[in-house]
């Protein structure tokens, strides 16, 4: 890897989000899908499975939750220095069905000092809103990624 220092910003989301999936099994074993990355942003997909089904038969609100904050870590991870959850909330709009592909949006809307917030919105394919998510993160001061210090 080069030396982070020498990375473009996009290029260092890359990275991180690389470094972040490498170890990301709860994501990967739920079928989640990274398909973009970008400072303070990123876009995941999940198709709902049987499993992933309530007593309504709709999308359990659990698993809604753990694909808006798979995109919400991702976000907020993407500037090489380790960010967790402080605190998230949910509202749901509109239940999910078997076999919707969803995909969870996230946006940074501030970052300052240690404190984040990211914006998450959680959508079928066709644009119907499912969920809205808002996450707080804090920074935790060390970097997600080794520091080479020189080219590879």
């Known amino acids: 890897m ?10 260092l989301a890359e990275a991180c989000a690389q470094a972040m999936w490498n170890a990301d099994s709860a994501s990967q074993r ?3 899908v990274l398909t973009r990355i970008a400072p303070g942003q990123a876009v ?19 698993y809604l939750f ?15 220095v380790m960010t967790v959850a402080q605190h998230c909330a949910v509202t749901y709009i ?8 969803l995909v969870a949006t996230a946006r940074e809307v501030s970052r300052t000092g240690r404190s ?5 919105t959680v959508t079928r394919e066709d644009g119907t809103v499912i969920a809205e998510f808002r ?7 060390r970097p997600l990624l080794p520091d080479t210090g020189a080219e590879a």
């Open 30 to 32: 739920l079928g989640m």
């Open 94 to 101: 509109t239940p999910g069905a078997l076999g919707d592909r």
């Open 2 to 11: 080069k030396d982070t220092a020498t990375l473009t910003p996009q290029q």
């Open 44 to 62: 995941l997909t999940m198709t709902l499975t049987e499993r992933m089904t309530n007593g309504h038969g709709n999308a359990h609100g659990g």
């Open 66 to 80: 753990t694909l808006a904050d798979s995109a919400f870590a991702f976000a907020c991870n993407t500037y090489n």
């Open 135 to 141: 996450g707080h993160s804090r920074a935790l001061n």
């Open 116 to 120: 984040g917030i990211y914006d998450v």
